[in-house]
């Protein structure tokens, strides 16, 4: 890992080389990895698992979905795009696929109980206990998490349409 004055961050693996991300940090996030360079390695973990990016992918899957169900999608995307870029990156996986598969696994954390931020809201607004709306919710939800396999193991799904827009690559 490194980050330069001009805000890029490069970052080599024996796999893929190196690979360089131009970002614009706020001064705070600047000063807390000045402050705390080990913000970076934090990823380093993932990637003593296992080499295997369907494992992975579903490693993260299985994670997003405990995030996105004790926090909201906006601070939890903020939090651990720095951590989870990287090891994408090393894995090969195309960082737009997985920000679709990143936010719709948070969206559908927000529906998981114990939490269940709509569930509650919701459950407010009919006047139904959130148990019985958990359970009417339940085909919607084991559909949902299909999708978020399915948008995981073949990126074609989640990548058609920025490829016809931009062009391939």
Known sequence: WSYTEDS?????????????LRCRLTEATEEKMERDPRIWGKSELMLTLTENPWIILLIINIFLLLVGTFMEPGPSIVILIPVLYPVI????????QFSVVMAINLV????????????AITGSIAKCPNNE?????????????????????????SLWLPNLILGPG
């Open 8 to 20: 890029t961050i490069r970052v080599t693996t024996e796999k893929w080389g190196t690979r360089e």
């Open 89 to 96: 990156i090393h894995f090969g996986i195309d960082p737009i």
């Open 108 to 119: 559908i954390g927000i529906i998981t109980p114990p939490v269940a931020v709509s569930l």
């Open 133 to 157: 709306l958990f359970r009417e919710l339940m085909p919607f939800f084991l559909a949902a998490v299909f999708v978020v396999l399915l948008i995981s193991y073949i990126p074609q799904l």
